[in-house]
């Protein structure tokens, strides 16, 4: 359907804390599989030790893994060294100038940043799908100043991606709630979004 859609790429959403849309990886793998070559297969993952990341993109066979949390010293390299066909995207979840400062510090350490409103710091974490906007001037900093390509991502509608688009001017944008109706995937409104990402 995403593809169908216009979609560049499609997220496939792992284990969470919380959130919509999750599917084992079993499903993720079906998927991967059959999805077009030149069209990228994000694997969201939760998790933050980096053998565990390593053994869930093998199994999963997609070509992008993308980190909703945090990750540990050295775990960007070992990734990279483990999986060097693999594309690795660390989510910077946008709250504060701290936000600036650690997009900063992990920019040379993946090929791509996306740009989140979840929370880390809860007991139970927001890793993504909460559908709220985070502060947009900070996230157009952070595509100033860090020297990879930075997607946006967090409350993204078809009503508000083209100012979206405007202020932060990011690589690409990602959005998961803003395209769900009673929390399935819905068709008319995924194409909606994708006419808006365009004609902005």
């Known amino acids: 359907m995403a593809v169908e859609a216009g979609a560049s790429a499609i997220g496939l959403v792992s284990h969470m804390p919380n959130g919509p849309g999750v599917i084992d990886d079993v499903l993720i793998e079906k998927i991967a599989t059959a999805t077009p070559p030149n069209i990228a297969t994000f694997l969201l993952t939760s998790l933050t030790d980096p053998a565990a990341v ?11 893994v993308q980190l909703c949390d945090r990750m540990p010293v050295g775990a960007h390299a070992e990734l990279r ?30 090929d791509m940043l996306l ?68 929390g399935a995937l819905d068709g008319e409104a995924l194409s909606r979004f994708v006419e808006a990402v365009a004609a902005a």
Do not use: M
């Open 54 to 64: 390593i053994d869930q993109v093998r199994h999963t066979g997609v070509n992008t």
């Open 81 to 110: 060294a483990a999986l060097p066909s693999v594309s690795v995207v660390q989510v910077i979840h946008v709250a504060d100038e701290g936000s600036i400062i650690e997009a900063r510090d992990c920019q040379d350490q993946v």
């Open 115 to 182: 740009l989140d409103s979840g929370n880390q710091d809860l007991a139970v974490k927001e890793l993504g799908g909460t559908g709220r906007i985070h502060d947009w001037t900070l996230s157009r900093r952070i595509v100033v100043e860090v020297a990879v390509p930075v997607f946006l991502a967090g409350g993204l509608r078809t009503e508000n991606v083209a100012k979206a688009i405007h202020t932060v001017r990011p690589y690409g944008v990602d959005l998961c709630s803003g395209v769900r109706t009673l």
